[in-house]
Every structure is written in structure tokens, then in C-alpha cells.
């Protein structure tokens, strides 16, 4: 059985860096504000390093605040400047980008829009970054029903897929005279998702590793069930032989927010299979 790693998979350069950041500062007295990553296993991993994880603000009196790569709104630094906490921004440059973008039309007088998914937290972040003042438009039947105005200004979602960007964005276009387009999308989550429809067509099973909480990995998933057979799994111990009986070759991926120790965990039993 070939078993094969599909040319772009697991930490991206944003999450990457955040885990350097998070372990750089792996002291016991450093959390992160949420989860560093969507991965329950790297977030053990770095609790038991020293670096603890708290939901909000409020449950920290002393210590460094590790803001994540999916960043946070400008009040959140305020808030922990108050408090006299130490900041360590691990905010992804992308997502900063995307931040100050929305800022900026903000400034500029238009009307933001930004083209992601509502829940999110990057968009969470990217929505307090226009003083709250954006609306988000995760679908074409949003932006259908989406009101004219003078300036409009639009940014997205850095994970968001080109396509679904301007497949929104042309519904927009009649809807002011004076429009700013800034496509903030970042590469990595497309090039995961192109590698792995190309190998899911071209093997008999995939599986693609990565958190059950994180959208990405799930994204990667359901886009390789349209190809082949495919398992979504989190670590090695969930990979039943079963999945591969029959198989002549197998394809694995694995979402922006799984180590790569998971990863190579996960290719060792296939090949031992
Ligand atoms: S997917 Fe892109 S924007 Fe998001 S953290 Fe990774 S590199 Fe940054």
C-alpha cells in the first residue's frame, strides 16, 4: 500500500509562529486569551509546557496575555493594558492586515463589509477593528439584500476561498458608486484545499488529520468525500485498519492546526498497516 502526504498540509506560517510565540513564553504565569489553536492536543501539550489557556480577561489578575493568531479587537488591549498584564501579540500578520484594512475604510468614511463567516473569531476581530461598525456577509443571499451606500469599502476573511470572495463581492458591485475592494485572503488555506482535492482524486481512501474543532480541517474533510472514501481523525489511536482494507493507496492531509508530530504519528501506522 502507497501511502502519500499531500503537498501542503498542517501549520500554516501564522499558526506556526503563534506556537513559537506561546512557547517562548512557556514561564507559568503566560496564557493564551482562548485556545492558541483548534487543536486539543497542541494545547495539552503546551499547558503541560507552562502555558495555560483563559477564556477572558477577567480571569487573569498578573502575567502575560498571549493574544492568538486569530487576533482580537482593540478594546481587548486596552482592557489588558488596564489591568497591567504584559501583551504578547501573536496575531497572524495576515490577520492584521485584514484588521487594519477594515480600520482604515473605516476612516475613509465608507461603509465596511466584510466577506466572511459571522461566528468566526478572526471576523470577530476584524468586525471590532471598524469600531464595530461592519457588516459581515457570509452569504450571496447576504450580500443580495445588502443596502446601497455612498462609499463602500470591503475586505475578507483571510481563509475565505477566492471563488466564494467574488462570488459575493459581484453581488456588491451595483451597490455603490464608490467602492474599495481590499481582498485580504491569505494563500494557505486554498493551497491546502487544491493539494488535497488533487491527491483525494487520485487515491482509494484519505484521511485527513486535525481537530474536530476546527473549521479548516472539517473544510478539508468534507471536500475529499466528494473525491474518495474519507476518515477525519485527530490523532494516530483513532485509525482503525479497517479504513484501508482494500486499499491500494492512501492520501493524507491535515488542517493549518495540526502539529506535525500528529501528522507523522498518523503515516507511521499506515505504512506499519
Ligand atoms: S491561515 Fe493564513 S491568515 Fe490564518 S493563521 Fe494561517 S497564515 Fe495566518
Redesign the pocket.
Known amino acids: 500500500m502507497e501511502v502519500i502526504l499531500s503537498e501542503y498540509l498542517g501549520f500554516?506560517?501564522?499558526?506556526k509562529r503563534a506556537i513559537k510565540i506561546a512557547g517562548e513564553h512557556a514561564d507559568g504565569k503566560s496564557c493564551t486569551l482562548g485556545p492558541i489553536i483548534h487543536n486539543p492536543q497542541m494545547v495539552a501539550r503546551l499547558q503541560a509546557e507552562g502555558v495555560g489557556s483563559v477564556e477572558d480577561l477577567a480571569a487573569m489578575e498578573e502575567g502575560t496575555i498571549i493574544i492568538r493568531?486569530h487576533g482580537v479587537g482593540p478594546q481587548i488591549y486596552k482592557k489588558a493594558q488596564a489591568k497591567g498584564l504584559t501583551i504578547v501579540d501573536a496575531t497572524?500578520?495576515?490577520?492584521k492586515k485584514a484588521q487594519l484594512s477594515a480600520k482604515e475604510l473605516v476612516e475613509d468614511g465608507r461603509q465596511v463589509v466584510i466577506v466572511g463567516e459571522k461566528k468566526h473569531p478572526?471576523v470577530k476581530s476584524i468586525f471590532e477593528w471598524s469600531n464595530n461598525s461592519a457588516t459581515i456577509l457570509e452569504t450571496e443571499e447576504d450580500a443580495k439584500t445588502f443596502a446601497p451606500c455612498p462609499k463602500l469599502g470591503i475586505v475578507s476573511q483571510?481563509?475565505m476561498s477566492s471563488e466564494n470572495f467574488f462570488k459575493i463581492v459581484a453581488h456588491l458591485l451595483g451597490k455603490s458608486q464608490d467602492i474599495r475592494i481590499l481582498r485580504t485572503i491569505?494563500t494557505?488555506?486554498e493551497q491546502r484545499q487544491t493539494a488535497a482535492l488533487e491527491l483525494a482524486s487520485k487515491v482509494d481512501v484519505m484521511l485527513v488529520i486535525g481537530g474536530r474543532n476546527s473549521a479548516?480541517t472539517t473544510r478539508l474533510a468534507q471536500l475529499c468525500e466528494k473525491k474518495c472514501k474519507t476518515h477525519h481523525l485527530e490523532t494516530a489511536e483513532e485509525l482503525s485498519p479497517e479504513w484501508l482494507e482494500n486499499a491500494n493507496k492512501v492520501g493524507i492531509t491535515a488542517g493549518?492546526s495540526t502539529p506535525d508530530w500528529i501528522i507523522g504519528e498518523v503515516y507511521k501506522k499506515c505504512q506499519r498497516i
Open positions: 500554516c506560517y501564522g499558526v493568531s497572524c500578520p495576515h490577520v478572526e483571510t481563509t491569505c494557505a488555506t479548516n493549518a
